[in-house]
């Protein structure tokens, strides 16, 4: 796992050259936001020491096996007191509820732990502002660190060569875009995050980018034509 500063109280997490977790520092310690697949809780909870912190809550910005896949280990070997907060639809869909009509797509964890907190937008954890942004999944979350207006999107962005929205497969990342629930409303979604007019974009695949606006209204563009 590879750890690559991205602010001062970002840290980027890289494994499998594929798929990115988050460390945001806060005054306790960290928040890790998502959990990439399964087998890698100990190299998570040793980034974080490395980094001088413990992880102190857990936030998932959706429920699919690449970002949720070391929940369960997570919670068990960092105890209770870690609190897990995540989009209540993908909660539920996690649960084993029927939320969507027809066929639910991507591939999703499977875990036995219950979030502690369900998530619906505008919520504070700690520094970060949740942003509702459903379409890659139906109860998909972003994250916008408020001291430097880094934007932790999750799926609702990639970034490898440029930035997408996966609606289409015809991109850098496809497998995003097979994993992508409405391919209509992910638009919307990346429309609102644009709307936040972040100054870094990180996503769940590919690297950082700087001053994305250009890069963001450039993906809109692209997707709003598939």
């Given at each position: 796992m590879?750890?690559?500063?991205?602010?001062?109280?970002?840290?980027?997490?890289?494994?499998?050259?594929?798929?990115?977790?988050?460390?945001?520092?806060?005054?306790?310690g960290f928040t890790l936001v998502d959990t990439t697949l399964g087998g890698a809780a100990e190299q998570l909870i040793a980034a974080a020491r490395a980094a001088d912190g413990e992880i102190r809550?857990?936030?998932l910005t959706h429920g699919h096996v690449d970002h949720a896949g070391?929940?369960?280990?997570?919670?068990?070997?960092?105890?209770?007191?870690?609190?897990?907060?995540?989009?209540?639809?993908?909660?539920?869909?996690?649960?084993?509820?029927?939320?969507?009509?027809?066929?639910?797509?991507?591939?999703?964890?499977?875990?036995?732990?219950?979030?502690?907190t369900l998530l619906h937008g505008g919520e504070?954890?700690?520094?970060?502002e949740v942003v509702a942004c459903p379409g890659h999944s139906p109860g998909h979350v972003a994250f916008l660190d408020t001291r430097?207006?880094?934007?932790?999107?999750?799926?609702?962005?990639?970034?490898?060569?440029?930035?997408?929205?996966?609606n289409r497969i015809m991109q850098a990342f496809p497998l995003a875009t097979m994993g992508t629930q409405d391919r209509g409303q992910v638009v919307e979604s990346a429309r609102a995050l644009r709307a936040l007019d972040a100054e870094v974009l990180v996503c769940g695949h590919g690297p950082?980018?700087?001053?994305?606006?250009?890069?963001?209204?450039?993906?809109?563009?692209?997707a709003g034509g598939r």
């Open positions: 590879r750890a690559n500063t991205i602010t001062e109280n970002l840290i980027q997490l890289n494994r499998a050259h594929f798929v990115n977790a988050y460390l945001v520092r806060e005054p306790d809550r857990i936030a070391s929940l369960d280990t997570l919670r068990e070997q960092l105890g209770e007191g870690v609190e897990v907060l995540m989009g209540e639809l993908d909660a539920r869909i996690l649960a084993g509820e029927p939320v969507v009509d027809g066929k639910l797509r991507g591939t999703w964890a499977k875990v036995a732990t219950k979030p502690d504070r954890i700690g520094s970060l430097g207006r880094a934007l932790i999107a999750g799926d609702t962005f990639t970034t490898y060569r440029r930035a997408e929205i996966p950082a980018v700087h001053a994305p606006a250009q890069a963001m209204d450039a993906a809109i563009a692209r």
